[in-house]
Nanobody, 118 residues
Framework: EVQLVESGGGLVQPGGSLRLSCVVS????????MTWVRQAPGKGLEWISL??????????SYAVSVKGRFTISRDNDKSTLYLQMNSLKPKDTAFYYC?????????WGKGTLVTVSG
């Protein structure tokens, strides 16, 4: 069974940090691009980051809204995708989803909620 399970969300104060994880099973993680997408309350989906097929080098892309604050990484041995989020702002409050990218975002996790509030 293919599964993507996010964790690491929670309540954090503005300026704080969180690290999200997405554990993958059911397919060969290292063969696929992976993404993070978020959805703020009452708003649409926003793509925020992409990890290409590699554990090293500059193989990532970011939305302007998070560039310089968020870092995507992956551990192919652990089949896990990460999102390190620093300097969090209230506008970062959202459900965060990881998704496999194979020409499109074809498989999604159920998400983890990040709330940035003081």
């Amino acid at each position: 069974e293919v599964q993507l399970v996010e964790s690491g969300g929670g309540l954090v104060q503005p300026g704080g940090s969180l690290r999200l994880s997405c554990v993958v099973s059911g397919f060969t993680f290292s063969n696929y691009f992976m993404t993070w997408v978020r959805q703020a309350p009452g708003k649409g989906l926003e793509w925020i980051s992409l990890s290409r097929v590699s554990s090293g080098g500059d193989n990532s892309s970011y939305a302007v809204s998070v560039k310089g604050r968020f870092t995507i990484s992956r551990d192919n041995d652990k089949s896990t995708l990460y999102l390190q989020m620093n300097s969090l702002k209230p506008k970062d409050t959202a459900f965060y989803y990881c998704a496999r990218f194979d020409r499109c975002m074809d498989i999604w996790g159920k998400g983890t909620l990040v709330t940035v509030s003081g």
